[in-house]
Structures are given as structure tokens and as C-alpha cells.
């Protein structure tokens, strides 16, 4: 079973410029999350879709990120305009049922500077 | 979310096995308790979880109070791949993706 793909790897920007970070679930997982993973902290959750639908996005910044997941498979989170505070590794989940044995991409690490 | 509180950090002889705290005092009789663990430059992977009684799979044991305020994550024989941050989080039924994760627990294991 192929795992979560995310893209790119690794991103540098300067501040004020815009983001964007892909994410390809495990086929058939319909629930999808993003998280923000700063340097020496634990993951914190910023949105989870179910299908093609927000389920919890009280913790996204609404003000510059957005995220989407058209037709329900593949999500893009977009940060616009980045701040230096948002250097942190991005991280994708999913799984078959909301949050049972989820698996975790490996991540995007931004820098901005 | 009920919190969980982990040592910062523990080490370990390789071999030898390891038990890993977490305190969740504030636990509702719905919550599960997961347990994941984040190698170095890679995104956390699923360990185990329970609800009440202790768990055994390939990876580890997860060993419940029965007052359910606090549980052990075992690695029955540690090796240097068990190097990780172990975290522990409490979620309603299965929905672990919606958890707040702590900073964790720093597992050092030397050779």
C-alpha cells in the first residue's frame, strides 16, 4: 500500500510570498488532515476534510491559509502571505475512517525568510 | 481534549526494555488512549491504542490503569530504530486526527 504523498519536500520563501503545499492520500481514505509541526513541539491540527467537506477548521488561520480537497482525493494548503512564524513542517494524514490508525506523510519543511 | 503529561525525555540500553508514562487524569470514559512515535525527518506513525484493556501488537504493549488516569507504552526489547519522540494522546472513540498532541517523550536508546 502506497503511503501519504506530499510535495515538495522542502520549500524556502520570503516573507509576504505565497505557498502552496500538495498532499496525496492513501487511496480511498476519506478523511484527510493538515497539521503545522513547529521546531521541538507536537503536531497541531489546523483542518480535517471528510470527503470533499471541512469537518474542523477552528485552529486554520483563516486570514492567509486556505486549503481545499476537490473531488475529495487530493488537498492543497496554501499560505498567502507567509510570515516568518510559519517556518514549520506541514504535515499530511489520512485515514480510512475519521482518525483510526491514521498515517502521516512525511512532510514539508518551510522556511520563511 | 482531556491533556496527557510525558517526561521530556528517557533513555535506554539497546535490548533491555523500555516503559514509557503518560499521566491523563482528566480522561473521559470515552476517550482512546493512541500512541505514535515520530522518527527523525519523518511524519508521527500509529503504535497502538486502547481503551481499557491492555494492547499487544508487532510493534509494542500499551498497559491501561484500571482507573484509566494513566498508561505505559512498552518496547519489550528496544533497538537503536526505536530512537524517537513517543507521543501519547487522548481522542473520542477513534477520532485521534482531532487530538491535541503534547510535545512528547524524547526516547534515547544507547548501544
Known amino acids: 500500500e502506497a503511503g501519504v504523498a506530499q510535495s515538495p519536500r522542502y520549500k524556502i520563501i520570503e516573507k509576504r510570498q505565497s505557498v502552496a503545499f500538495w498532499c496525496n492520500p492513501i487511496?480511498?481514505?476519506?478523511?484527510l488532515y493538515w497539521y503545522q509541526q513547529i521546531l521541538g513541539q507536537g503536531p497541531k491540527l489546523l483542518i480535517q476534510?471528510?470527503?470533499?467537506?471541512?469537518?474542523?477548521d477552528s485552529q486554520l488561520p483563516k486570514d492567509r491559509f486556505s486549503a481545499e480537497r476537490l473531488k475529495g482525493v487530493d488537498s492543497t494548503l496554501k499560505i498567502q502571505p507567509a510570515k516568518l512564524e510559519d517556518s514549520a513542517v506541514y504535515l499530511c494524514a489520512s485515514s480510512s475512517q475519521p482518525g483510526y490508525g491514521y498515517t502521516f506523510g512525511s512532510g514539508t519543511r518551510l522556511t520563511v525568510v | 481534549d482531556a491533556k496527557t503529561t510525558q517526561p521530556n525525555s528517557m533513555e535506554s540500553n539497546e535490548e533491555e526494555p523500555v516503559h514509557l508514562p503518560c499521566n491523563h487524569s482528566t480522561i473521559s470514559g470515552t476517550d482512546y488512549i493512541h500512541w505514535y512515535r515520530q522518527l527523525p525527518s519523518q511524519g508521527p506513525e500509529y503504535v497502538i491504542h486502547g481503551l481499557t484493556s491492555n494492547v499487544n501488537n508487532r510493534m509494542a504493549s500499551l498497559a491501561i490503569a484500571e482507573d484509566r488516569k494513566s498508561s505505559t507504552l512498552i518496547l519489550h526489547r528496544a533497538t537503536l530504530r526505536d530512537a524517537a519522540v513517543y507521543y501519547c494522546i487522548l481522542s473520542r472513540w477513534a477520532n485521534a486526527g482531532k487530538s491535541t498532541f503534547g510535545d512528547g517523550t524524547t526516547l534515547t536508546v544507547k548501544p
Open positions: 487511496s480511498g481514505h476519506a478523511t
Open positions: 476534510f471528510q470527503n470533499n467537506g471541512v469537518v474542523d
